[in-house]
């Protein structure tokens, strides 16, 4: 992989957040292709390029994780303590996008690597704006790491 | 030619010549004067002279001899006089006094002794002492006598029976009299003593002590007595036998009680008597006795050292304790137990709380994604619906909205409640001024022109978590701007004062610690008495949600917060006239 990608990679299980989701990002005018995976198992699979995700040209490295932390099987932070386990993941940018503002979930997702916290709001309106900010500052404002790594 | 000189002494004169006289007067031998005469007259003369010496020498030793008398006579008036002297003293000895042969016929006997058998002056002669004694004595008397003959010396009592018919017991003390070439004695002599007083004070003493003795018995506990050195008993009540069952005669064996002390204890006992003694103090031992039908028998002994005439010893009164050591034991037992299902109930309803809460927290989690859904769909109905909806089908949706908040919003409580009911406390000192701008500034309701909060500062610092205590504050602030009268501006005051120690604080006695109090005043609708209580439950609300939006939780988790910092809440209202919600926290130390 060579050039940096925009593609958006979304961890969710929930099927009435995702769909959220996706209309929010539609409405936001947010381009950038969205990849959905419904959990752990799934998420370390496309970011390893392995299974089904194993054709990078149809499942490209996304310039950005939304991990949610509830997940079935793996937990969210177990997932993001794998990806900061790989050398090529470490410096990918995670955000943690989850209903659970539990102070406990909030320090250990920060100290296991991850670059940002986000609560699910609650109303759809409100979702709107966390999904323009969420581009506007991730996408647009900030300088992601380069791919390029030997 | 002799004459006496005033003294009566006898001078010799000489016939002729001078000589010299002396204040003694003593004779002296004449010397003659040689003289020249006839043969005749010188032979006539010389008779002459001869027996004018042989005059002379006579009246010498006559006089030498009167002398002699003289002198003789002189001292034997001394020796008389010496005799009355020694005379007297045996007459007015104090005690009586008797001379008297072996088979009692007295041949003197004192002022003393006479008065005591009961004779006067007259009848003081030929009295025997044989008439004194009462029958049953008179053996007793001959054998005192037959010692006194062999031995020279004895002493017995008697009782003699005077002449005025009184019983009087005596002391003889009889000697034999001693005369050098004499034979074996025929005289003895012999002291008697009154001993009447001193019977009855022994009389007196030995009841006085018998009856100290029963006192001593009576005692519920075993006075004792015993030799420092030795240790061994000399005196013990009769407790010891009703308690123990060993006879009073038993204790005083050598090493009896030792061997009666519970074995694990004799070393002990052993060791702090030895130490007191050497520090001469008291002390109190306690420790097990075997009775003598092999139970065991706790004793509280009070042992003080004492010292009687030099010697040192060992006193104490030791008490039954046995039944209230078995109580101590079952006491101690009990609360043993007792602490120990204490220990468990609080495990298993920490156990449980935890359990509650644990459900409670995911329960309020999972609530809120179906909550979510519900609101999602909501907008997006309204918004895909949009012209095509007729107004009625609008309303619903709003409804459903409202409801999907609604139900958010208690969620959202819920969760917050049980944070605050089960999160870890962690306090420390946390500055109180900008919590309160931080709230402040977070609700848009506490600023104008939505309403007017007034803090009056300085506020103190207090010992408290710091979520708590921006939770609480934050609840009770937003309620006071909430609960007023449509139309009405809320206007909010904050201020602080010292409290007043709690009652539990005195009752635990510990330093007092220093509290603050801190007043959130409204100008609301008040809260009338009734329903005081009742507001800081959980869900308990006094206006319906149409009136006044809330789940009614705020103050439960206030109250919550609150208690878990160790601290109160209040409220002082009247119906009409605005409240003043207070919450009391401890001040940090230092």
Known sequence: MTLPNTTILLVEDDENDVLFMKTTFQEVGVKEPLAVVGNGKEAMAYLGGTGRFADCKKHPRPAMVLLDLKLPHVMGLDVLKWIRSRPELRSLIVIVLTSSANPADINTAYELGANAYLVKPTSYDQLRVLTQALRDFWLIHNHAPGAAEA | ?590
């Open chain 2, 1 to 590: 030619m002799n004459h006496q000189n005033a003294t009566g002494n006898v001078i010799a004169k000489r016939p002729s010549g001078r000589r010299p006289q002396g204040e003694s007067g003593k004779a002296r031998r004449p010397r003659r004067k040689p003289k020249v005469l006839n043969a005749e007259g010188s032979q006539e003369l010389e008779l002459l002279g001869a027996y004018q010496r042989q005059m002379c020498e006579l009246e010498w030793s006559v006089s030498a001899s009167r002398q002699k008398a003289q002198k003789l006579t002189a001292q034997l008036l001394e020796w008389q006089e010496e005799q009355a002297h020694f005379r007297d003293h045996f007459e007015y000895a104090p005690l009586g006094y008797l001379v008297h042969d072996r088979s009692g016929d007295v041949s003197e006997i004192n002022r003393a002794a006479a008065s005591l058998l009961g004779l006067n002056q007259e009848s003081r002669s030929r009295v025997s002492l044989a008439q004194f004694l009462i029958p049953a004595e008179v053996r007793s008397w001959l054998q005192h006598m037959a010692r006194c003959a062999a031995k020279l010396y004895a002493s017995s009592e008697f009782t003699i029976c005077s002449r005025s018919g009184r019983q009087i017991p005596v002391q003889a003390i009889s000697s034999a009299i001693q005369r050098p070439f004499a034979r074996p004695s025929l005289s003895f002599r012999t002291v008697l003593i009154d001993v009447s007083q001193r019977r009855a004070a022994e009389a007196a003493l030995s009841e006085t002590q018998k009856e100290y003795q029963r006192l001593i018995d009576t005692v519920e506990g075993i006075v004792w007595q015993a030799d420092a050195r030795t240790l061994d008993i000399n005196f013990v009540s009769g407790y010891a036998d009703r308690l123990l069952g060993y006879r009073r005669e038993e204790w005083t064996r050598s090493g009896f009680w030792q061997g009666r002390i519970y074995v694990e204890d004799r070393e002990r006992v052993a060791n702090e008597l030895v130490r007191a003694l050497a520090k001469r103090e008291g002390l109190t031992l306690e420790y097990r006795v075997v009775t003598a039908d092999r139970r065991i028998v706790w004793l509280h002994d009070n042992v003080t050292t004492i010292e009687r005439n030099g010697q040192l010893g060992l006193l104490g009164v030791a008490v039954d304790i046995t039944e209230r050591r078995k109580m101590e034991q079952e006491l101690r037992q009990a609360h043993d137990l007792l602490e120990q299902r204490v220990i468990e109930r609080t495990a298993q309803l920490r156990e449980k709380v935890a359990e509650l809460e644990a459900f409670s927290y995911t329960l309020s989690h999972d609530m809120r994604s179906p909550i979510r859904a519900v609101q999602g769909y909501a907008e997006l109905l309204e918004r895909m619906g949009g012209e095509t909806l007729e107004p009625e089908g609008v309303d619903f949706i709003h409804r459903i909205m409202r409801a999907a908040e609604r139900l958010d919003l208690l969620v959202r409580d819920v969760l917050n409640y049980s944070r605050v009911a089960s999160a870890p406390v962690e306090l420390k000192s946390i500055p109180l001024e900008p919590v309160l701008d931080s709230i402040v500034h977070e609700y848009p309701a506490l600023s104008p022109p939505n309403a007017e909060v007034e803090v009056q500062q300085p506020l103190p610092a207090v010992y408290g978590h710091e979520a708590f205590v921006g939770q609480a504050l934050s609840n009770l602030l937003t309620n006071a701007v909430k609960f007023v009268p449509r139309g009405k501006r809320p206007h909010v005051r904050v201020w602080s004062e010292s409290a007043r120690p709690t009652d539990t604080d005195l009752l635990r006695k510990n330093e007092p610690s220093r509290w603050v109090r801190i007043w959130v005043e409204d100008n609301g609708v008040g809260i009338s008495a009734r329903d005081q209580q009742r507001i800081f439950r959980i869900f308990e609300r006094v206006y319906p949600a149409n009136k006044y939006e809330g789940t009614g939780i705020g103050l439960a988790i206030v109250q919550k917060a609150v208690e878990r910092m160790g601290g109160r809440v209040g409220v002082q209202s009247v119906p009409g006239q605005g409240s003043k919600f207070w919450i009391e926290l401890r001040q940090p130390a230092g």
